[in-house]
């Protein structure tokens, strides 16, 4: 859809301190409806304020739609299950990225440049070494990505940029197999061509020289169904700070590495970790769930049930019902019954009749799935959100690109109301 047709040619009216003013309307593809304030300040010195950001457009965007009342998220037009069901997370992120779904040659030559560029240089190798053993590994991904950006320095944005990608997506999983492979002082296991993105990433994960790893095909789907659910969700949090970041100009790299600062969280990506904890936490105290609902239910506890409520999802979230049938179907397979998962169930069943969930319209988001899936395929719980990383690194990807695309871009710089001192007088401190 084009800029200009975006706009209805209708206005809205704010009448402002005895001044009308017209804020031009604007509808989406998918009827959402936007007032257009952007000369608000220039006509009438006042400026919209919203706090969290939580009503604010902060562009136009052509990648992903959410509707969070009827719980609807589709990737570039197309519904989060059929992509689950019928694409791979490879094929996903080339719709993400360049917003059509690849033909075969597309596929394979984009395939070519994920497993040949998939090498790190060796000279980082040796930034590995200088992390303790008790960095976090979201802390590793994230210098180890902006160290890329020496090693790939200036480039040109028209001859470049689909390499530069590319390097990004395959070498983000060496670098997140290797922080763990450091982390349990095993030595690294390199990339190898002819496996699937997530088979290779299992690989470097799991293998050791000196015997041989078989990847279990039901953990390499559900790796791969996970990496796609969480391929982009709009303007988030680190998506937003993506976008922020690359609206200065700064390299792709160094937009992904805040973007994955961002989702460190745990409000945002470090819920996953956040929730196996709060599971782990309740087993230890007895399993009493009911207990800990309470808890949630009373605001002096301080207590929040991690994984449930979202920002946008009002009803449910449709990657956590995808999920929720994965995660019996991983657990299935490799014959592991979970105490974690049937306290994770009884949560969720008392949540989804209690009046002050109901309310407030909290139900399970993907993280409350997703740590128990990646924890059944052996995944420690330090990792989860270096997976969330890999899967979001397209939708970053896209939406960065999508910026840098998009004619008449500014840098993102939000206003204030400040609510400071007024200027006043002052007196040196009297140092005698
Ligand atoms: N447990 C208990 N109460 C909750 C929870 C929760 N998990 N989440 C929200 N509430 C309550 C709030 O206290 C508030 O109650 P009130 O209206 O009586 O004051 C009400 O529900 C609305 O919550 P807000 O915090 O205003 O909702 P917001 O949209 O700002 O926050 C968020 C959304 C951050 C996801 C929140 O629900 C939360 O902290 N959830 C737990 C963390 C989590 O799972 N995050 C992952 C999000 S998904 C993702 O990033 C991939």
Redesign the pocket.
Known sequence: METSKVYTGENAKLLLQGKEYNLPIMIGSEKEVGLDITKLRADSGAITVDS?Y?NTGSCLSAITFIDGERGILQYRGYPIDELAAKSNFVEVAYLLIFGHLPTKAELDDFNFKLTHHSLIHEDMKKFFEGFPPTAHPMGILSSMVNSLSAFYPEFDYKTDLEINIARLIAKLKTIAAFSYKKSIGQPYIYPQNHLSYSGDLLNMMFAVPSEEYKINKVVEEALDLLLIL?AD?EQ??STSTVRMVGSSEANLFASISAGICA?WG???????Q??LEMLEHIRADGGDYKKYMNM??D?SSG??????????YKNF?PRAKILKASADKVLGQLGKSDPLLDIAKNLEEIALKDD??IE???YP????YSGIIYRAMGIPTNMFTVM?ALGRLPGWIAQWKEMRETPGTRIYRPRQIYTGATKRAHAPIDKR
């Open positions: 969290g939580g969480h969700h988030n949090c989702l745990p409000l945002h990506g470090g819920a996953n956040e929730v949630a239910k605001k207590f929040k049930l991690m994984g449930f409520g979202h920002r946008v979230d002050f969930f407030r319209k909290l988001n993907v993280d409350f969330f």
